[in-house]
């Protein structure tokens, strides 16, 4: 998935849609449109709808390829996604508005809202949000993975999800490092469900959702596996079991997926009720760039609660600290965009706005990752930024995917 898995060449028509009219899109569109057609067709990309923001360049919003392979079904930009790993951003806003409100306090153990956690008396809320817990993520475990190929329609309970979890010794001590954990979020949401007295999902329409007007976002219920109407199919190669240590093709695999003889898996309609809070939302492009200018500008907290939460960005890599940052449920990519990404099985979505300039980019695919194992939605912003930045711009490495060792987005 993401931030915690597509592809005929013949069949995904990367042509860009004609919505709009050209001779009155901003002129960044025109360098923008080869690109993106580009880098769709040599990772055979089915689809995907690319959403820019730009107080001194205009706004465009683009639709590419199609919503369902083997068809030429018009992929839109009203289409929903699932959010994936971006739900954590949600969950953490709202932990920090209950701490602003004196509910909670970010330094609180997590031991003191939910028991039996391992070394829940010395973890604290915020190195759950921060990623540096040490907790193990459930979503390595192979069994765990076997279940979910087994049965994509299974519903999971955060008690089974938990158990998994702490079946496994812990990875390392309280804030000593970063480590990408789905099950910190999940605990995160436990956290908010204690200290409310009310299911989360109330907790993020009232306190977001409706806050910022977002009509088109929804975290369904456990039991929920369907989209709201329009929604593109999503696709993925492999299986969970055959992802756990990397999401790249075998190269033998890659080559097929390429050439189009290697076919991908509809995951449409899989659960995604394994994610709860740390990645069961959906939404659509617009929502998504209203809410990430709110996450980075700070308009879902006070002055003071928004200056933690930037404060809190450390370098993933410390070896290479302007690469990317992560901090209270919030990711810094290269030296200006914040926001984060989300990967789901069948779609990735990424988001990401400059508090500054003002320029917001969010892209949704409906692919997770490409033959080579890089999330889709993040190979066309790569090839988006240097239009806003300039060459040299720094692409930013996705917080849930380290360079090397097994990835945790699952």
Known sequence: MVVATVVLTVAVGCGSSSDSQEST??????????????????????????????PKEGDWTATFGTGRLGTDTPITAED????????????????????QAGKLALDDPIGKYVPDVPNGDRITLAQLAEMRSGLYSYTFDEQFNADLDNDPTRVWTTRQLLDIAFAHPVNFAPG??????????ILLGLVIEKVTGEPVGDSFRRDVFDRLGLRN???????????????????????????????????????????????PADQTTASPSWTWTAGAMISTVGDMATYVKALADG????????????DSIQPIDPANPAMAGYGLGIVRFGEHLLGHDGQMPGFMT????????????????????????????????????????????LPGHDPARPETGPSPTR
């Open 217 to 263: 976002t929804s975290f369904p219920a456990a039991t929920d596996s369907s989209i709201p109407d329009p929604h593109p199919q999503g696709y993925a190669f492999g299986t969970n079991v055959s992802t756990i240590d990397t999401f790249a093709l075998p190269p033998d695999q890659q080559a097929a997926a390429l050439a189009g003889t290697l076919k």
């Open 176 to 185: 000593e490092r970063f480590e990408y954990s789905n099950t910190n979020t």
């Open 25 to 54: 899109e901003p002129a960044y569109a025109a360098t923008l449109r080869p690109v993106i057609d580009e880098l769709m067709k040599d990772n055979v990309i089915p689809g995907a709808v690319v959403l820019v923001k730009s």
């Open 80 to 99: 929903h996604f699932r959010f994936g790993s971006n739900t954590k951003t949600v969950t953490v806003t709202v932990l920090m508005q209950l701490a």
């Open 299 to 310: 308009g879902l907290l006070d002055a003071r609660m928004q200056q933690t939460r930037i």
């Open 350 to 393: 990424f988001m990401g706005s400059d508090p500054d300039s003002g320029l917001t980019i969010v892209v949704a695919t409906n692919l997770a990752t490409v033959p080579s194992g890089e999330g889709s939605a993040l190979v066309l912003v790569k090839g988006m930024l240097p239009t806003f930045y300039g060459a040299n711009a």
